[in-house]
């Protein structure tokens, strides 16, 4: 009976603290960080507080039981009291069936709480996330922000359920066994404790070596994990059908797997040697108390019934001395949860409305950009090392292994977001003092070689980014005083790779206005030339687009792209290059959706076809950031400079 309460209590406590990472305890929390812990728990203190007066109560009864039977045994088997027995008995199951009563109020205490503020922190971190600035997901590996909203949020909770009840109930349940060891048999109790001290070193020794073995663990799973995700994405799959050999892949993807294999059975050896060792110690101790609680029960010095409670109370005694041996690992660990979340919401975005932001005039808007100059914000103006990496702001460089096994993952995205995003890590001003105006309804064509800086132009009017010097207007507001919600609602960007989130065309398409019916969804696919295209779709505009749109044409869902465009009906429109890396017919067909898209709009266009360019009211070349040459489509040839080598070189041989 004992040892099935020992091995039960040892495994219950300490077989968490094993899953948490020894070194965090050494961690120097944030000022302020425990304050802020207590503030998320206000709103539920009530229930905490009713939570730990049950724990409380759990902990007061883990004598019950053993007290009952010694009195069992002495007051009811010794005289042959049958009436006692079958009462005491009862009240041992009275107590059993209390505390499982007990255990299932904690649960749903314990539950109510968790969840709760699992909810707070998952709302308050997605929130502040979806209002940073493009240049902060430029940098940011997608993994380790989801990691914040997963692991390290519900790594948080536990500070105020598991954590915060483990600590407590051990510590009252040591105090109270031990007050009762004492009263029964101050000499029994001593040879108990004489174990403690071979429970509380291998727990510590081996507890290091285990968190090791998770950290190694965890690298080799991350690599693993990464591996499989390049590989199964649409575009990873397409690489590798193209130019990967499938034995390599299997050979390299079972070497990974491997090494996961070989960690797993030493961390489990490790587990189960360790968890063996102190089970021998349970029953060493059981075996010293039956050996001196004989020879005293023998010599009238205790009774049979005190030699089996000191038993009953072995179990419940040891389990909780070695849970608390390494309580301080326990609270760290939660505190750094809750201070990695801390870290994200206390990054500010970058872009943010003024406190007497305005919405833009109705009508059509002019572009104005005023003496603009501007460079990519650096990296610790909108990021944190711990989220472009795993674990990266770790103590003793924990996520460096498992950074180097994501890098892969690391380009992948950068390569996704690469539109509209430019460089964070550029020195210097990337736009140099541009002065630029669309009048409305006009379409102002950006020409240059690559990396001259029109997409970054462009991000600036659509306030993905603000200035660092001069002024951006639209419809003479400057858009730093401009709330967001109005410039993104009046300006329509479609880039030459379009997004589509893996869900059917109709929730692709109301995404961009979620109240549009289905008259007005038609009258947009209409209009972008893509809904004889939807028409054929297997289930029309139920259909799912797949990951990222790749079960849709190029062309087909740029289309798309325009039509979601269209149902917003922006005043404003930036195209980045939109008819890039199509064939020639789709892009034709994608041409006339964005000649529809431009019509009566004010535009600004990234283009590499002539037939745009020439269409244009007026033609701003740039080089090096800067504005080198303006004018219309006759005049720049006219004049013999940039736009007209740009012309021999890049447009000459288009149909036009």
Same mark, same amino acid.
């Given at each position: 009976m004992s040892m099935g309460m020992g091995g039960g209590g040892m495994g219950g406590g300490f077989g968490r603290t094993l899953r948490q990472d020894a070194r965090v305890a050494d961690h120097r929390l944030v000022p302020g960080t425990i304050r802020r812990v207590v503030g998320y728990a206000k709103p539920y203190r009530v229930q905490i507080a009713l939570f730990l007066g049950l724990v409380v109560l759990g902990a007061l009864l883990v004598v019950a039981t053993p007290l009952l039977l010694q009195r069992i045994?002495?007051? &009811? =088997?010794? +005289?042959?009291?049958?009436?006692?027995?079958?009462?005491?008995?009862?009240?041992?199951?009275?107590?059993?069936?209390?505390?499982?009563?007990? +255990?299932?109020?904690?649960? #749903?205490?314990?539950?109510?709480?968790?969840?709760?503020?699992?909810?707070?922190?998952? @709302?308050?971190?997605?929130?502040?996330?979806?209002?940073?600035?493009?240049?902060?997901?430029?940098?940011?590996?997608?993994?380790?922000? !989801?990691?914040?909203?997963?692991?390290? !949020?519900?790594?948080?909770?536990?500070?105020?359920?598991? @954590?915060?009840?483990?600590? %407590?109930?051990? =510590?009252?349940?040591?105090?109270? %066994?031990?007050?009762?060891?004492?009263?029964?048999? #101050?000499?029994?109790?001593?040879?108990?404790? *004489?174990? =403690?001290?071979? $429970?509380?070193?291998?727990?510590?020794?081996v507890g290091r070596r285990l968190a090791g073995l998770r950290r190694e663990g965890m690298a080799l799973n991350a690599e693993l994990g990464n591996r499989m995700t390049e590989r199964f994405n649409v575009a990873g799959a397409l690489l590798v059908k193209i130019f990967g050999d499938p034995d390599r892949e299997d050979r390299e993807f079972a070497e990974r797997a491997g090494r996961v294999r070989d960690i797993g059975v030493r961390t489990a050896m490790s587990n189960r040697v360790f968890f063996a060792a102190l089970g021998a110690m349970a029953s060493l101790a059981t075996a010293l108390v039956y050996g001196l609680g004989g020879i005293l029960a023998i010599d009238g010095a205790v009774s049979i019934g005190t030699l089996v409670a000191f038993a009953g109370l072995l /179990?419940?005694?040891?389990?909780?001395?070695?849970? *608390?041996?390494?309580?301080?690992?326990?609270?760290? @660990?939660?505190?750094?949860?809750?201070?990695?979340?801390?870290?994200? $919401?206390?990054?500010?975005?970058? =872009?943010?409305?003024?406190?007497?932001?305005?919405?833009?005039?109705?009508?059509?808007?002019?572009?104005?950009?005023?003496?603009?100059?501007?460079?990519?914000?650096?990296?610790?103006? !909108?990021?944190?090392?711990?989220?472009?990496?795993?674990? /990266?702001?770790?103590?003793?460089?924990?996520?460096?292994?498992?950074?180097?096994?994501?890098?892969?993952?690391?380009?992948?995205?950068?390569?996704?977001?690469?539109?509209?995003?430019?460089?964070?890590?550029?020195? &210097?001003?990337?736009?140099?003092?541009?002065?630029?105006?669309?009048?409305? &309804?006009?379409?102002?064509? *950006?020409?240059?070689?690559?990396?001259?800086?029109?997409?970054?132009?462009?991000?600036? !009017?659509a306030r993905l980014y603000d200035a660092t010097e001069g002024v951006v207007r639209l419809g003479g507001v400057d858009v730093r005083r401009a709330r967001q919600a109005s410039v993104h609602a009046a300006v329509g960007i479609v880039t030459q790779d379009a997004h589509m989130f893996h869900d059917t065309v109709r929730a692709n398409l109301l995404y961009a206005r979620p109240d549009a019916t289905d008259e007005q969804i038609r009258d947009a696919l209409v209009a972008a030339h893509v809904a004889h295209v939807v028409d054929r779709l297997p289930q029309g505009l139920d259909t799912v687009v797949g990951d990222r749109g790749h079960r849709l044409s190029g062309g087909e869902k740029q289309r798309i792209a325009i039509a979601r465009l269209l149902l917003r009906s922006p005043r404003v429109v930036v195209l980045d290059e939109a008819t890039a890396h199509l064939d020639s017919e789709s892009e034709a067909a994608v041409q006339r959706a964005l000649d529809e898209a431009m019509s009566g709009r004010t535009s600004l266009v990234i283009a590499h076809r002539l037939s745009t360019v020439r269409a244009a009211d007026s033609i701003a070349v740039l080089e090096g950031g800067r504005v080198v040459e303006q004018g219309t489509h006759a005049e720049l040839l006219a004049r013999g400079g940039l736009y007209s080598e740009l012309y021999r070189t890049q447009f000459a041989d288009q149909d036009v």
């Open positions: 045994i002495d007051d &009811g =088997v010794s +005289t042959g009291d049958r009436r006692l027995v079958v009462v005491l008995a009862s009240l041992v199951a009275v107590v059993a069936v209390l505390e499982a009563v007990l +255990t299932l109020v904690q649960r #749903w205490f314990s539950s109510r709480i968790g969840e709760g503020l699992i909810y707070d922190l998952r @709302t308050d971190v997605f929130g502040h996330v979806q209002r940073q600035s493009v240049a902060f997901f430029t940098r940011t590996q997608t993994g380790s922000l !989801v990691t914040r909203l997963n692991s390290d !949020v519900i790594g948080a909770q536990q500070a105020f359920t598991s @954590t915060l009840s483990g600590v %407590v109930s051990n =510590v009252i349940s040591v105090v109270v %066994v031990l007050a009762t060891m004492l009263a029964l048999s #101050w000499e029994i109790t001593v040879v108990a404790l *004489l174990v =403690v001290p071979a $429970l509380l070193l291998p727990a510590r020794r /179990g419940r005694l040891y389990g909780p001395v070695t849970a *608390l041996s390494n309580v301080q690992i326990d609270v760290m @660990t939660a505190l750094v949860s809750f201070e990695r979340v801390f870290e994200v $919401l206390d990054l500010e975005p970058m =872009v943010t409305d003024a406190d007497d932001a305005v919405d833009l005039p109705d009508g059509p808007l002019d572009v104005e950009l005023e003496h603009v100059s501007f460079r990519y914000p650096r990296p610790h103006e !909108v990021s944190l090392l711990s989220l472009e990496s795993p674990g /990266g702001a770790d103590a003793a460089g924990r996520g460096r292994t498992r950074a180097a096994a994501t890098v892969g993952m690391d380009e992948a995205a950068d390569a996704e977001r690469a539109p509209m995003a430019g460089t964070a890590d550029e020195e &210097g001003d990337v736009l140099h003092d541009i002065s630029l105006r669309v009048e409305p &309804g006009h379409v102002l064509a *950006l020409v240059g070689p690559s990396g001259a800086g029109k997409t970054t132009l462009s991000a600036l !009017v």
